[in-house]
T-cell receptor, first 114, second 112 residues
Framework: GAVVSQHPSWVICKSGTSVKIECRSL??????MFWYRQFPKQSLMLMAT?????????EQGVEKDKFLINHASLTLSTLTVTSAHPEDSSFYIC??????????FGPGTRLLVL | QKEVEQDPGPLSVPEGAIVSLNCTYS??????FMWYRQYSRKGPELLMY????GNKEDGRFTAQVDKSSKYISLFIRDSQPSDSATYLC????????????FGKGTSLLVTP
């Protein structure tokens, strides 16, 4: 199957700092990528849809100025958590559509904001 | 009402048992159905992908979709301790460009 990578796999930061998470499709081009957030023992919640070359579409309740998404190329989307706070601590997962026309997920990035 | 309902479990079975995992949904427009397996602190891994109603088998795994009842199932035969994980059902109206609607996930523990 298709391979999606994320970097970093985990990050610890101080409250008020910004954190950038990268999502890459390694062996295919992805015009659309998705960013999800998962809290402990909860399901994945869609945050935003990232489209190459255009603005991201955010789900209701997700602050676009806090979670900046840039889909600069067909293989890379980035999520920047600006001025992170402890309540932003979560597991962030990206996904992209592969050749089999289904979504493949990255391994996730665990963010801990102190 | 959430669009996708899934019993979170946990479900504990002995090794070798047949496991049945299920989801119900309310949106009749869903046509694409998936099962993902997620190990602790890892991203979801695609297990099965089916379109519309019917059965699909892959090794020890069988996925069933009953669109008339809005009910999907995943069966695991000869379950192994390595099958212990959280299983997420997901579905979508389209196979391209659409985000997935996930169930909460069922936590499965297969004991030796």
């Amino acid at each position: 199957g298709a391979v999606v990578s994320q970097h970093p796999s985990w990050v610890i930061c101080k409250s008020g700092t910004s954190v950038k998470i990268e999502c890459r499709s390694l062996d295919f081009q992805a015009t659309t990528m998705f960013w999800y957030r998962q809290f402990p023992k909860q399901s994945l919640m869609l945050m935003a849809t990232s489209n190459e070359g255009s603005k991201a579409t955010y789900e209701q309740g997700v602050e676009k100025d806090k979670f900046l998404i840039n889909h600069a190329s067909l293989t890379l989307s980035t999520l920047t958590v600006t001025s992170a706070h402890p309540e932003d601590s979560s597991f962030y997962i990206c996904s992209a559509f592969g050749r089999e026309e289904t979504q493949y997920f990255g391994p996730g990035t665990r963010l801990l904001v102190l | 009402q959430k669009e996708v309902e899934q019993d979170p479990g946990p479900l504990s079975v002995p090794e070798g048992a047949i496991v049945s995992l299920n989801c119900t949904y309310s949106n009749s427009a869903f046509q694409y159905f998936m099962w993902y397996r997620q190990y602790s602190r890892k991203g979801p891994e695609l297990l099965m992908y089916t379109y519309s109603s019917g059965n699909k088998e892959d090794g020890r795994f069988t996925a069933q979709v009953d669109k008339s009842s809005k009910y999907i199932s995943l069966f695991i035969r000869d379950s192994q301790p390595s099958d212990s994980a959280t299983y997420l059902c997901a579905m979508s109206e389209s196979n391209s460009g659409y985000a997935l609607n996930f169930g909460k996930g069922t936590s499965l523990l297969v004991t030796p």
